[in-house]
């Protein structure tokens, strides 16, 4: 039957161009190196200078939230998709609001102080983050338990643990950013401007 | 006559239901990333779809006259740039289509 079969490679085209325009979802690689560097800078500080980091943090947070929202709003250019419902958006800061939301009031109410409340909020860290790995991107998946277990485990360690949880965190931002595959047919911005 | 009448008969259920301007490929495709709820650009659209400028610029204008698809103009880094988004009459268009290749399909395998 010619129109069955004529339908049936209709849907096998259109199930190709669904799976090219998945496979176009890069990372936005300068939001993770971003992050990267504001842990790379504030958790050392744990160890060297844990008075100040609260001078460093608070500003440093809000300097990447801005830097964040900027360069998502150049990704998604880029990539030539504008989403009215940002549903990744919406996951990124809500759950970082609700997440320094959450840190801050439980540290307050179980009285946890320095390094206590910063061991809560990595673990929250890294649920946030695996949450992000089911939704969103992969790598997280494994980036976000290891460091709940991280969290716990730096309060064990005697010397340089924030240092060495920082390096490990950073890497996890930053390495997967390397190997990202970047199919050169999909990507919207190597294509030169339109000409119709 | 009869055998006119037959071979009506014999058409897969469904296939009335097509939609002429949606079986074009480079249409169904474009209305299918579309139907995301998302706004596409030209040049991804061309990307994704991998077809030419004059081709893909005349199977859209075929949807955008047809009232499924709306398009935006506006610059971005001073370089012009038409987004395209799926209207109501398009999405359900989409739809009812998608339903009749389906129908075609199974009474196809039956």
Not at chain 1, 9 to 22: G, H, L
Not at chain 1, 136 to 149: H, I, M, S
Not at chain 2, 6 to 19: A, C, E, M, Y
């Amino acid at each position: 039957m010619s129109d069955a079969r004529q339908i049936h490679e209709d849907i096998q085209y259109v199930r190709e161009i669904v799976a090219r325009s998945e496979q176009s979802n890069r990372r936005p690689v300068l939001i993770y190196w971003t992050w990267a560097l504001f842990v790379l800078i504030t958790y050392p500080m744990m160890d060297f200078a844990p008075r100040y980091i609260n001078f460093v943090s608070l500003p440093g947070l809000i300097i990447c939230f801005a830097l964040t929202i900027y360069l998502s709003r150049r990704f998604k250019q880029s990539l030539g998709i504008k989403q009215r419902r940002d549903r990744s958006g919406l996951f990124w800061f809500g759950g970082s609001i609700l997440l320094i939301f959450c840190s801050i009031s439980l540290s307050i109410v179980m009285h946890l102080h320095g390094q206590a409340s910063g061991q809560l909020s990595v673990v929250f860290v890294g649920i946030f983050y695996f949450l992000g790995g089911v939704n969103y991107d992969r790598n997280f998946l494994w980036l976000g338990p290891l460091l709940c277990v991280a969290g716990l485990a730096v309060g064990f360690v005697p010397h340089y643990g924030w240092t060495a949880l920082g390096i490990v965190f950073a890497l996890g931002l930053i390495v997967p950013t390397l190997f990202a595959p970047r199919p050169p047919e999909a990507l919207a911005e190597n294509v030169p401007a339109e000409t119709h | 006559m009869a055998r006119a009448a037959n071979s009506i008969q014999n058409l897969p259920s469904g296939i009335d239901q097509l939609d002429a301007l949606l079986q074009h490929r480079a249409r169904l495709g474009a209305m299918v990333l579309l139907s995301a709820g998302d706004e596409i650009n030209f040049s991804t659209l061309r990307a994704l779809l991998k077809e030419s400028d004059g081709n893909l610029g005349a199977q859209l204008r075929k949807l955008e006259e047809a009232d499924y698809i709306a398009v935006k103009k506006e610059f971005q880094d001073r370089k012009p740039a038409s987004w395209y988004s799926l209207t109501p009459t398009g999405r359900r268009a989409l739809k009812t289509h998608l339903a009749a290749m389906e129908s075609v399909v199974r009474s196809a395998e039956v």
